[in-house]
């Protein structure tokens, strides 16, 4: 992921993706507030975070243009990456369509299991740093 633009590579076999993205607020009420009826509370952003969570399958053998667990492991340190989340179509959904959002992060948490008699899996956490642009498609 360092280095590379955020379309270079998919998360090979993956099967979920969530992103998250909040802001911390604080009450910034005065007398001079505007509400006619001085029931509702003003409120400022102080504060913006996010993060986007992520699953695929572990296999072996996946293709050249997709990230396997394998090429994750290296990538748990403090690297900021950058990350682009992205509509998909076509052969194993690797059709870059329309772009939702991207920006950096760093890849914070990486868990394999592997139970008994079922696919083996992965999840990671990638942490969102600076600002997340929306796409322009």
Request: hydrophobic share 35%.
């Amino acid at each position: 992921m360092e280095g590379e633009t955020p379309t270079a590579k998919v998360i090979a076999l993956a099967t979920e993706m969530t992103l998250h993205l909040s802001a911390q607020t604080e009450d910034s009420t005065t007398k001079d507030t505007t509400d006619t009826n001085g029931d509702w509370n003003e409120y400022d952003v102080t504060q913006r975070s996010g993060d986007i969570q992520f699953g695929a399958l572990i296999g072996v053998g996946t293709d050249a243009s997709g990230k396997s667990f394998a090429d994750m492991i290296s990538q748990v340190s403090d690297t900021i990456v950058n990350w682009k989340v992205v509509m998909t179509s076509g052969a194993n959904n690797r059709v870059v369509g329309k772009e939702v959002c991207h920006g950096q992060g760093k890849l914070t948490n990486l868990q394999a299991s592997a139970q008994n008699r079922q696919n083996a899996t992965y999840s990671g956490t990638l942490n969102i740093y600076g600002p997340v642009a929306v796409g322009n498609d």
